[in-house]
C-alpha cells in the first residue's frame, strides 16, 4: 500500500545533542511538510518542500532544519534541541497543484529531549 | 494571527447517537478545509474534505457543513461507533498557494463515546 513511513517511532536525544528525523513516501506527491505536535495540541507547520523547493514557516526556529535529497525521501534536522523540542513529529505529503493540499500523514516519530 | 478553533475541548455522546463537532475559523482567505481525525499515538487521519464553494459535503456517515457567513465549520458522524473515540481536528489553508501551502489546525476536540 502507498504510505507514508517515518523512522524511527520513537527517538530519545541529550539536550543540545543534534538528531535527524526521517521520512518516507511511496505515493510520489510533490509536496512534503514537517509538522510538530506538543502534548495535546494541535500539530503546527514548521516547513515544507515543493518538489525541490523548500518553504519556511516565519515562526520556525532556525534550530530546525530540513533536507529533501530525492522525491521520496525528507529529513528534519534539529542541531541543539531543546527541553522545549520535545514533541510528537508528523510528516505529511500532498500531490499539490489543482489536486490540493490534502496531507497524507506518517505515524509520527515521538522526540524526547533528556 | 489567525487562527482556526474549536468550540469545545471534549465532547460525550452515547454509542448509536450522532455527533457533530462545531469549529470556527477567522481566515477568510482560507478556501479549503479538512477533517482530520487522530487516535493516541498515531498521525492524522483523513476523513473528508470541503471547498469554500461548497456548503455541504457527505461522505460515508461523515457530513461536513461550512457556512461562510460566520465563518463555521461542522463535523456530523452518525451512528457514532465506539471506533470513532479520538481528537478531531479541522484544519484549513489556500488553494492559491500552488495547491501546497501547508495546513493550521484548530484545537482538536476530543470524542468520548459511551457505551
Known amino acids: 500500500d502507498a504510505m507514508v513511513i517515518q523512522n524511527p517511532r520513537y527517538q530519545v536525544t541529550q539536550f543540545g545533542k543534534p538528531v535527524t528525523l526521517s521520512c518516507s513516501q511511496t505515493l510520489n506527491h510533490n509536496v512534503m511538510y514537517w509538522y510538530q505536535q506538543k502534548s495535546s495540541q494541535a500539530p503546527k507547520l514548521l516547513f515544507h518542500?515543493?518538489?525541490?523547493?523548500?518553504?519556511n514557516e516565519a515562526d520556525t526556529p532556525d534550530n530546525f532544519q530540513s533536507r529533501r535529497p530525492n522525491t521520496s525521501f525528507c529529513f528534519l534536522d534539529i542541531r541543539s534541541p531543546g527541553l522545549g523540542d520535545a514533541a510528537m513529529y508528523l510528516c505529511?505529503?500532498?500531490?499539490?497543484?489543482?489536486?490540493?493540499?490534502?496531507?497524507?500523514f506518517g505515524p509520527g516519530t515521538r522526540l524526547t529531549v533528556l | 494571527g489567525e487562527s482556526v478553533g474549536l468550540h469545545l475541548p471534549t465532547l460525550s455522546v452515547q454509542e448509536g447517537d450522532n455527533s457533530i463537532i462545531n469549529c470556527a475559523y477567522s481566515?477568510?482567505?482560507?478556501?479549503?478545509f479538512i477533517w482530520y481525525k487522530q487516535e493516541s499515538g498515531k498521525g492524522p487521519q483523513f476523513i473528508i474534505d470541503?471547498?469554500?464553494?461548497?456548503d455541504k459535503r457527505q461522505g460515508q456517515r461523515v457530513t461536513v457543513l461550512l457556512n461562510k457567513t460566520v465563518k463555521h465549520l461542522s463535523l456530523q458522524i452518525a451512528a457514532t461507533q465506539p471506533g470513532d473515540s479520538a481528537v478531531y481536528f479541522c484544519?484549513?489553508?489556500?488553494?492559491?498557494?500552488?495547491?501546497?501551502?501547508?495546513?493550521?489546525f484548530g484545537k482538536g476536540t476530543h470524542l468520548i463515546i459511551q457505551p
Open positions: 505529511a505529503t500532498s500531490r499539490g497543484g489543482l489536486a490540493g493540499p490534502r496531507g497524507f
Open positions: 484544519a484549513e489553508t489556500r488553494m492559491s498557494g500552488g495547491g501546497a501551502d501547508g495546513l493550521t
Open positions: 518542500y515543493y518538489d525541490k523547493d523548500f518553504n
Open positions: 470541503i471547498r469554500s464553494n461548497m
Open positions: 481566515n477568510s482567505a482560507s478556501d479549503y
